[in-house]
Every structure is written in structure tokens, then in C-alpha cells.
């Protein structure tokens, strides 16, 4: 299973609401240690090794949270997880600022 992430940081002005947007691919073909005849359950993103979301809608591919960390700089990661038990080995740990600022709508980055 390779998970590719892609963090969108959107920014609300003027309320200063921050949430942030998660899109990953999931390929299970790509997964030698969790073959496909396992039940995919779901997926969890960490941030900074602390569990921020647990997805528990296997066909979803984004979610949109309001994350409670501090702004600055921070790494992401995310696992699958399959019925009755077992995870996906992690993803690559992606570096990511967060911020709010109204001259930056938007800050992209993207994970393959």
C-alpha cells in the first residue's frame, strides 16, 4: 500500500479559521506486506507522531479538519489501518508550515 498525501493548508480570511485539507491515493498493489484480500478500515493522520484524524470511511480520499497545533513547522504522516487489525507501514514523514496569513490563501504541498 503506498499512501500519497497532499496537504492543503486553506486559510479563512477575515475570521482567521484555519483548516487544513488532506487528499491521498491509496494503491494497494504497492503493498507487499498487506496483500489485497485484507479489508481496508480506514486511514489515520498524525501530526508530529500525535493521531489528529481518524478517517473511518474507507473510499474517502480528503478530509478537512481544523487541526489543534501551534502554527510553525510540523511533519505528517499517515496509515492505513484493515478489519480485524493490522496497519499499513506509515508513510514518509512530510514537512509542512502552518500558518495563516491574508496575503497566502493557500499553501500547497504535494506528496507522491
Do not use: C
Request: glycine share 6%.
Amino acid at each position: 500500500m503506498r499512501l500519497i498525501l497532499l496537504l492543503f493548508i486553506l486559510i479563512a480570511t477575515p475570521a482567521w479559521s484555519t483548516n487544513l485539507f488532506v487528499e491521498w491515493d491509496y494503491d494497494t498493489k504497492w503493498d507487499h506486506e498487506h496483500p489485497t484480500n485484507k479489508v481496508l478500515d480506514g486511514f489515520r493522520l498524525f501530526i508530529d507522531g500525535k493521531l489528529v484524524n481518524d478517517i473511518t470511511d474507507p473510499t474517502s480520499r480528503d478530509v478537512k479538519f481544523v487541526p489543534d497545533i501551534e502554527y510553525g513547522n510540523h511533519v505528517g504522516t499517515m496509515i492505513s489501518y484493515f478489519e480485524g487489525g493490522g496497519v499499513s507501514q506509515s508513510s514518509p514523514e512530510y514537512a509542512f508550515v502552518w500558518l495563516r496569513h491574508p496575503d497566502v490563501p493557500t499553501v500547497f504541498l504535494i506528496i507522491k
